[in-house]
């Protein structure tokens, strides 16, 4: 009979790019040696979205950027989240067979429960109170030999944060993609006051473990993550390497891993096409401009404003053609911009203010 086996895994980061790249390693350990896998990480400040999400449909980047936040993506479907350390998250991984055998909601739900929490797991892959507020959202990754379900769950998040991140700006956003549902939510903490991050988690990790054991499947020790950093010179420049303690298999490339969760191109990049129009008056005049966002760039953008500045609303469109939808590139090509109009022709309109104004109404999508 085939011995099978289990693995726990705790992140001791709240990098969620590092904890991504190692989740996304977990996987693959799976994949390849039908490994049973539960890993439990936490984020800083952070918004993840869907493998299929438009980010800036789904939230308030610049507002989340300027805060010192980060926007990752997730290599799962589902919505926009967001984790702090108020905030555990939970990834189950396992061979098909046996993910298939075992419902995984109810076990995260059965633990809650055990708090005195009425839990319940809805038609919409939520875990529940009684009256329906959501304290945990999950999305799925399947490949031929694996799956994988992994969440959140509040235990004393920042909700005010949630609510001002996810919820964008007024623009006239047209786009495609996996649009999120909004619910509403509940800290786990207000239901049960002595219910902690670290009392939940070892919760899980019993939970897991009985499962194991009624399953015939061998489970280790939990085993604690760490990031390892390092530097190697490069042309005279100094780049970070990360790697995993312990060592993995496959740790490797997990610089690689890192860097395409850490990518811009990845983050922003991977939205599907979208439109946007967005207009505002500012002391010089109104503008307003449409865009066609692709991978992130601006394909083509079409200005118009009623500054005196006859030529304006024609130099704005070709600045922004084919910038990067970042508040450092868009200020870049239209300082640029204004510098090479003022050199060419009087202008009425004063060149900074123009591109702080545009840059803002643009970044701020």
């Known amino acids: ?5 289990a693995e726990m895994y705790i992140s001791s980061s709240t990098d969620p790019r590092f904890n991504l790249a ?10 390849k040696h039908k ?28 507002l989340l950027e300027k805060e010192g936040g980060t926007l990752v993506r997730r290599t799962s479907g589902g919505g926009a989240v967001f984790h702090d350390v ?20 109810e076990l995260i739900a059965g633990c809650v429960r055990s708090f005195g929490i009425d839990a319940a797991v809805n038609g919409r ?23 994988l379900i992994h969440g959140t769950l509040l235990v004393d998040a920042d909700l ?16 495609k993609g996996v649009r999120s549902v909004r619910s509403r939510v509940v800290n786990l903490k207000e239901l049960s006051p002595t219910l902690t991050i670290s009392s939940l988690s070892a919760r899980l990790i019993d939970s897991f473990r009985e499962y194991c054991k009624e399953n015939n499947i061998d489970a280790a020790d939990p085993v604690k993550v760490s990031p390892v950093r390092t530097s190697i010179d490069s042309d005279g420049e100094q780049i970070e ?21 850490a990518s811009w191109e990845w983050r922003y990049g991977e939205s599907m096409p979208f439109n946007v129009f967005t207009e ?8 307003s401009a449409e865009l066609f966002v692709e991978n992130g760039s601006i394909k083509s953008a079409a200005v118009n404003t009623d500054a005196m500045d006859a030529q304006l609303g024609e130099t704005l469109s070709t600045a922004l053609k084919g910038t990067r939808l970042t508040e450092h590139d868009i200020r870049s090509a239209l300082e640029t911009a204004m510098a090479l109009l003022s050199m060419s022709q009087l202008t009425i309109t004063e060149p900074a203010r123009v591109v702080t104004d545009v840059t803002s109404l643009i970044a701020g999508i």
């Open 22 to 31: 190692l989740e996304d390693l977990l996987f693959e350990r799976t994949d």
């Open 35 to 62: 490994i049973t896998i539960m890993y439990l990480w936490q984020n800083q400040n952070t918004v993840v979205i869907g493998k299929s999400q438009n980010a800036w449909r789904e939230v308030r980047t610049e």
């Open 280 to 287: 505002k008056r500012f002391e010089w005049g109104t503008i």
């Open 86 to 105: 108020g905030n555990l998250c939970f990834t189950f991984i396992a061979p098909i067979d046996d993910y298939e055998k075992i419902n995984w909601r």
């Open 125 to 147: 892959n939520d875990i529940v109170t009684g009256d329906g507020r959501k304290f945990s959202g999950n999305a799925f990754r399947f490949s031929r030999s694996a799956g």
């Open 160 to 175: 005010d944060k949630m609510g001002r991140y996810l919820n964008v700006s007024q623009a006239k956003l047209e786009a």
């Open 241 to 261: 390497l990360y790697y995993t303690d312990p060592a993995i298999e496959g740790s490797e490339t997990f610089y690689s891993r890192y860097q395409k969760f």
């Open 1 to 5: 009979m085939e011995n099978r086996q």
